[in-house]
């Protein structure tokens, strides 16, 4: 499932940038670019490295 449409990142990819190490927003925009444009994201972002980390 996409999460931000304006860089096509994958909640799986979120999921892996989380297990490898990305632990906040910040991180992720860095890494894949994820709430870099118009930011609708941002939620749904916060919300899969929450999931992710609790299953790390
Ligand atoms: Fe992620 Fe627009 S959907 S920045």
């Given at each position: 499932?996409?999460?931000?449409?304006?860089?096509g990142i994958?909640?799986g990819?979120i999921?892996d940038a989380?297990?490898?190490?990305?632990?906040?927003?910040?991180?992720?925009?860095?890494e894949?670019?994820v709430?870099?444009?118009?930011?609708?994201?941002?939620?749904?972002?916060r919300?899969?490295?929450?999931?992710?980390?609790?299953e790390?």
């Open positions: 499932m996409y999460v931000c449409l304006c860089k994958t909640d990819q999921r989380v297990h490898q190490g990305c632990d906040s927003l910040r991180d992720l925009r860095r894949l670019g709430a870099s444009q118009c930011g609708k994201c941002a939620r749904q972002a919300e899969e490295i929450r999931s992710a980390r609790a790390a």
